[in-house]
């Protein structure tokens, strides 16, 4: 937002038995890692951020959030389950309820659908709300990748992550608010649209802040129930 502004173990355990439950642990970080639920190393090892992931996902699908690789989490990622996999594990912060539009996918998503002015305004003002939370994985959840992104030109998920962090760290306290809802415009590719509008913004750090208009310009793909930015650039707006 604004980038113009500023941007242990069980007792006897085998060696086998270590081997498979970190492969289990990279297989289970690989496949949230494509849900963009996760972002830290496919290393093997279990982290309150990778808990945190996978609490994120089974409130998602519905299961009982435990921040473990129970049976319904293993198959419904598709990975083979290893026994005390997160039961020993250090615990993680408790996760924010989530927006309420749009959730996001725990799957991959169906085929485009047509793209209505009123899914589009639950989307903006979803990305808005979002754009004041500390959660990372829930800002960076509405691109496509590689996205043309601000002034930066096309870039992939890694860089928006950290520049997303970078901001955050720079911005603590972020307010935005939409001025009208969004004008869309055709983009003349198929499933794909582009989307106008404008939000005042303040932002907030331990020494100074920042506030003002902006004008945002997206083109935005349909995936499945979902949308998402595949270019994003801004205009800072004059103070009236």
Not at 97 to 109: M, R
Not at 146 to 155: D, E, M, R, S
Request: glycine share 4%; charged share 25%.
């Amino acid at each position: 937002m604004i980038r113009t502004v500023v941007c242990l173990c069980v007792a006897l355990i085998t060696t086998a038995i270590v081997v498979h439950a970190d492969e289990t642990i990279r297989q289970v970080q690989e496949e949230l890692r494509k849900r963009n639920l996760y972002f830290g190393d496919f290393d093997g090892q279990s982290t309150p951020e990778l808990i945190g992931a996978l609490k994120r996902y089974q409130k998602r699908k519905g299961f009982e959030v435990t921040g473990a690789v129970d049976a319904d989490t293993a198959a419904s990622l598709h990975v083979q389950s290893a026994v005390a996999f997160t039961e020993k594990s250090p615990p993680a912060p408790d996760e924010p309820d989530l927006p309420i539009v749009p959730e996001p996918p725990a799957e991959s998503p169906a085929p485009s659908q047509d793209i209505s002015q009123d899914r589009v305004n639950k989307f903006v003002e979803a990305y808005l709300h979002n754009g004041e939370s500390k959660d990372v994985c829930l800002q960076v959840w509405f691109y496509a990748f590689p996205v043309a992104y601000f002034q930066y030109g096309l870039v992939d998920q890694d860089f928006v992550v950290k520049d997303t962090k970078s901001y955050l760290r720079a911005w603590p306290e972020r307010k935005y608010t939409l001025s009208a809802p969004a004008t869309l415009i055709a983009s003349g590719n198929e499933g794909e649209i582009k989307i106008e509008f404008s939000i005042s913004y303040k932002v907030r750090n331990h020494t100074q802040t920042a506030s003002g208009k902006a004008k945002y310009f997206w083109t935005v793909r349909s995936e499945g129930d979902d949308l998402k930015i595949v270019a994003i650039r801004e205009q800072l707006l004059p103070n009236k």
